[in-house]
């Protein structure tokens, strides 16, 4: 009986020893991952905002952004503006330009983006034009 409660002891002691170890280590990243590169704010809001109905070098089901600051005379207040409430602007007919995209588009509505800020905003344009370079 003595060798036996000897053996549990032992057991239990590698155990907790094991799990305290567990506890103080540090996550490894691959070696993969470490080498890539952070994701960008404006690919990463780009992604999750604009790319089912945007590409930067191709027409889907809203036009091509690869330009999209040449086009607008980089006025990024009225970008700003358009991404937040793009059928507002339309709305207004204030913009020809604006109101032609929208009908050779079949009318096709860009859904408002009240949630991004500015900032966000700006970061995707950023994002857009470091692709094209």
């Given at each position: 009986?003595?060798?036996?409660?000897?053996?549990?002891?032992g057991l239990a002691?590698?155990?907790?020893?094991?799990?305290?170890?567990?506890?103080?280590?540090?996550?490894?990243?691959?070696?993969?991952?470490?080498?890539?590169?952070?994701?960008?704010?404006?690919?990463?809001?780009?992604?999750?905002?604009?790319?089912?109905?945007?590409a930067i070098k191709?027409?889907?089901?809203?036009?091509?952004?690869?330009?999209?600051?040449?086009?607008?005379?980089?006025?990024?207040?009225?970008?700003?503006?358009?991404?937040?409430?793009?059928?507002?602007?339309?709305?207004?007919?204030?913009?020809?330009?604006?109101?032609?995209?929208?009908?050779?588009?079949?009318?096709?509505?860009?859904?408002?983006?009240?949630?991004?800020?500015?900032?966000?905003?700006?970061?995707?344009?950023?994002?857009?034009?470091?692709?094209?370079?």
């Amino acid at each position: 009986m003595h060798t036996t409660r000897k053996g549990i002891i032992g057991l239990a002691s590698m155990a907790l020893l094991f799990a305290a170890c567990g506890q103080h280590s540090t996550e490894t990243t691959p070696p993969e991952e470490a080498a890539a590169p952070a994701m960008s704010s404006g690919k990463r809001l780009f992604i999750n905002n604009c790319v089912q109905c945007h590409a930067i070098k191709s027409d889907k089901i809203g036009p091509k952004l690869e330009g999209v600051l040449g086009r607008w005379n980089n006025d990024t207040a009225r970008i700003i503006t358009y991404v937040k409430n793009s059928q507002a602007m339309i709305t207004e007919g204030k913009d020809a330009r604006l109101t032609k995209l929208y009908k050779d588009y079949n009318q096709t509505q860009m859904p408002p983006f009240p949630n991004l800020t500015d900032d966000e905003i700006r970061d995707i344009l950023g994002y857009i034009a470091k692709d094209v370079e």
